[in-house]
């Protein structure tokens, strides 16, 4: 075969980033082909430029600057991460995924392996810059060997594992790598997401951009798979996740909170003390006037800027815009919404802002959270101030804390709660009952999302319902479709067994109609006991669902008078012992594709949207 010659054809060039800072040992992933398309057509017109080009990528929440390089991130604080323009790779045995060479070094061997091409010429050995050798013994195979000096290679005769050599490959076509799919670039709809106490937000302590993260990943293949074009026959754009971090303004050199409370910390059980001092102090932070009013302001001011920078990254975008709070996040945001001004608010409270106090008699008429409803101090209602004076002048029945709320920059569509102390906070507040027609003044849309075993969620529905009526939660379907197969059992086995009772009962009582002594009928009274027991015992089967009595009873406007208190389903092992997995069912949300159907539903219901 030698003088036969073959046909060189260039190699297709992609482009990855690294997952960790620069010069880490972290993996690297690819951009989507869309992305990666983008930065090459910006790759080649701006060679010839000296000025930076920056292309925004994945979902235009990164910005790539192809003259550094740089990979650097939008609408949070993260190290920039390098990126390069991909051709070859190289794998050791022990390695997961295929590492890419720099570009200077895929230029090298891409010129020997178009030599080796053209001229048939293989077995050739090519040299790095590293020291190493690449062997190119066909179009198929290449290793990459580590080049040993032999007094090296003498004194350890036993690391030949170390020089086992690299498998080399040209391209994408021959190695196993998970490509993402490209987002849409229209958004149909904004969601801020609110962390709870520290800087961790589930059990692999993460924070709160990786969860946020995979909430967003869940999202676009939930999108994917169960929504079809809206009613107008276009295509769906995409959910937006952004991630709202307080905690870093709160423990920052800014306050200096962290070192007045590492300055009084005992020594002792040094790691569960900085536990404590990171995550459950936040709790008492928040009920400080002092750093309630600082949380207060970063979260809303993050909200804010984050809102600005979205809208000059997407000037055609036209969806509204929601927000979601976890554990105390929700807490936050429901304090910071009961007390924005609603469209019918007098432009003359500038009190609000500014903490000018007003004349009592004035509280009581201007929109807003807390108020005396009928002589009751302790109710929840639209005729309240949120002034500072208003909240000193209330403190003795809701305990709430007296700051100046800022308002947001725009109205939010929906707030949803996930795993919330709403409930227990204004309980303890000394608010026993939420009027029926209260609803936030600019977000009529509300839900309550939380797990059955979750220790920090509490339910919100029964303190504006009715005394004396116990309505179950609605029960938040599977993402499958189904409910799952423990509770379905778990349902089969109570109307077994509760048709069983009714049954005993019944030969029961015919039993005793018939040994009586004259055989008469008992009264009417004593029949309808048996009569009526299908139905206390039907009422009892699946206390987490909708029943006929539920869509009569009213909820109040907090969801504009729909249901707002939703339970997740239990999986088999944590119904087990469901102490076990308390702490984990407060921080099962950021993973739970449930709560991510759910909150698309009600988003994309309102644009004509089903699934």
Known sequence: MDGVTGVYEPVQHHWFYCQGPVDSKEPWSPFSRKDSI??????????????????????????????????????WEQPSTEVRRCSWFHKADKDISYTPYPEDTSLILEEAY??????????????????????MHSPTLMTQQKTVPLEEWMSQPNSSGQSQPRKVKRGLEDISVVMPKGEPDRVDHLVFMVHGIGPTCDTQLRGIVQCVNDFREASFSLLSSHFHQSSDGARNGRVEYLPVNWHRVMHGNTTGVDNDIQRITLP????LRQFSNSTVLDLFFYNSPTYCQTITDAVASEINQLHQVFLQRHPEFTGAVSLAGHSLGSMILFDLLTNQKGKNTNDDQQGSQTGTSHPVPRILNV????????????????????????????????????????????????????????????????????????????????????????????????????????????????????????????????????????????????????????????????????????QETGSNVNNMSVSPLSQSVSVGMLNGGHRFDYVLQENALESFNEYIFALQSHLCYWDSKDTVLLILREIYHGMGIMF
Request: glycine share 8%.
């Open 38 to 75: 983008r930065l090459d057509e910006a790759h080649q017109n701006g060679q010839r430029s000296v000025e930076e080009v920056v292309v925004a990528t994945e979902g235009r929440r990164f910005d790539v600057h192809l003259k550094e390089r740089r990979r650097c991130a939008v609408y």
């Open 268 to 271: 002792s059980i040094s790691r």
């Open 367 to 534: 929109p807003g959270v807390y108020s005396q409803v009928q002589g009751d101090p302790t109710v929840l209602s639209d005729a309240a101030s949120t002034s500072t004076e208003g909240y000193k002048y209330l403190d003795i029945g809701i305990g709430q804390v007296p700051i100046v709320y800022p308002q947001l920059a725009f109205q939010p569509q929906a707030f949803f709660a996930l795993g919330s102390p709403i409930g227990m906070f204004l309980t303890v507040r000394g608010l026993k009952r939420i009027d029926p027609d209260y609803s936030l003044p600019t977000c009529k849309s509300f839900y309550n999302i939380y797990h059955p075993f979750d220790p920090v969620a509490y339910r919100i529905e029964p303190m504006v319902g009715y005394p004396g009526v116990d309505l179950p939660p609605v029960l938040i379907p599977h993402h499958k479709g189904r409910k799952r197969m423990h509770l379905e059992l778990k349902d089969s086995f109570t109307r077994v067994s509760s048709d069983l009772l009714l049954s005993i009962n019944t030969l029961r009582g015919m039993w005793q109609t018939l040994t009586r002594p004259g055989n008469t009928l008992p009264p009417l009274s004593r029949g309808g006991t048996t009569a009526v027991l299908p």
């Open 114 to 135: 178009m030599i080796s091409v053209t001229l048939n010429d293989w077995m050739r050995k090519e040299e790095l810059p590293t020291g190493d050798t690449v062997v």
